[in-house]
């Protein structure tokens, strides 16, 4: 690169000594020193190759030097008061043009300058309003995760304080059965949320690796839906696999991959209504194996839209505030599908169901 710039500035240098040596020699050649200095306002025009108003200064002094010279070496024969007179406009035209040249580089310079303060302080102006965004969702976030956490432990304490305590006498086993099933559960959300909020630190920090290998891509999308498959029935949701048969192997982290799918599977069976579907489709799309999960669900408005996918950010429809969930989801997702160099689609809309589409190189 710097090689580069001295042979760009070497080269300004020739043209203009070749501009001086051409302007000169026409000069002294021209008969009685008719108009003189005036060609050496050419001279003064290779300055728009240089980046500085300095070098209009420079080349003026130059220009006024050679037009001189050219004045001792005009003609004997020439009348005295044509070659001054000449060389009288030559400076006139030569310091005209270096002003008028300086003041318009200085002016391209000053616009250039407001130009960039303006973008700085547009920038500036941006990255505050962004940084007090993301303050007031981290604030709305932990708000919200405070709730989460209050409400699980109070259930594990509150169960095993009324089981430790024998409150249904000694015989009442399935009451007891019950409660233990509560704490099982509370205890299993907890978990949840403490692991999405691991997760998501360790991806924000970059000490998030993968491991990949080649995964068989049908297993895994199987094995997600097993795993999903009890709360899809608690809904009575059907949930559809499609996958395009030539489709085997994806190179993957198998546990990155699975945390993917599930988090999106479990997302369009929390937010189906009963009686509900979801649809999963992989199939090829040039040198990409392309996963589609599509539901018939509340959907997303437009606004959650936009920023559904953010760290911190959950959506604040009114139906969708008792659903039980970190907020984490699906940052979590986009931050995996973007660590495989792959692309996190989601397209919704509000009482249409939402598809989400994850493309992950083959």
Request: hydrophobic fraction near 45%; aromatic fraction near 8%; glycine fraction near 6%.
């Amino acid at each position: 690169m710097m090689e580069k710039e001295v042979l760009y500035k070497i080269n300004r240098i020739i043209i203009v000594l070749a501009v001086a040596s051409a302007t000169f020699i026409l000069d002294i050649t021209l008969p009685l020193g008719v108009a003189g200095g005036v060609p050496y306002v050419l001279l003064i025009l290779t300055g728009l190759l240089f980046s500085t108003d300095k070098i209009f200064i420079y080349l003026g002094v130059f220009a006024t030097i050679l037009t001189w010279i050219g004045f001792f070496l005009s003609p004997e024969n020439a009348a005295l008061w044509i070659v001054i007179t000449n060389r009288c406009y030559a400076m006139v035209a030569i310091w005209t043009t270096v002003f008028i040249l300086s003041l318009k580089k200085k002016e391209k310079s000053l616009r250039e300058e407001i130009t960039w303060r303006e973008e700085l302080e547009l920038k500036l102006y941006e990255a505050i309003k962004s940084a007090d965004k993301t303050k007031k969702e981290k604030s709305a976030f932990f708000a919200s995760m405070s709730h989460d956490l209050r409400t699980p432990l109070n259930a594990i304490i509150g169960f095993s304080d009324l089981i430790n305590n024998k409150i249904h006498g000694e015989e009442t086993f399935d009451k007891y059965f019950e409660y233990s099933i509560d704490i099982h559960n509370s205890s299993q959300y907890l978990l949840q949320l403490i692991n999405d909020i691991l997760d998501m630190s360790k991806i924000e920090s970059g000490h998030f690796i993968l491991n990949k290998s080649e995964v068989d891509l049908p297993e895994i999308v199987y094995s997600c839906r097993d795993l999903l498959s009890v709360s899809a029935a608690q809904k009575n949701i059907s949930v559809k696999i499609d996958i395009v048969d030539d489709i085997k192997t994806i190179n993957a982290d198998p546990l990155a991959l699975k945390q993917i799918l599930v988090n999106l599977m479990s997302n369009s069976i929390k937010f189906t209504p009963e009686g509900g579907k979801v649809t999963l489709d992989v199939k090829h799309s040039g040198s990409e194996n392309v996963i589609s999960i599509q539901d018939t669900g509340r959907g997303i408005s437009a606004d959650a839209l936009e920023t559904i996918a953010e760290p911190f950010v959950r959506d604040e429809n009114n139906s969708s505030k008792t659903e039980e969930g970190t907020g984490l989801g699906l940052s979590i997702v986009k931050a995996l599908v973007n660590l495989h160099n792959g692309d996190l689609k989601i397209e919704s809309k509000l009482g249409s169901g939402t598809t989400v589409t994850v493309a992950l190189p083959a």
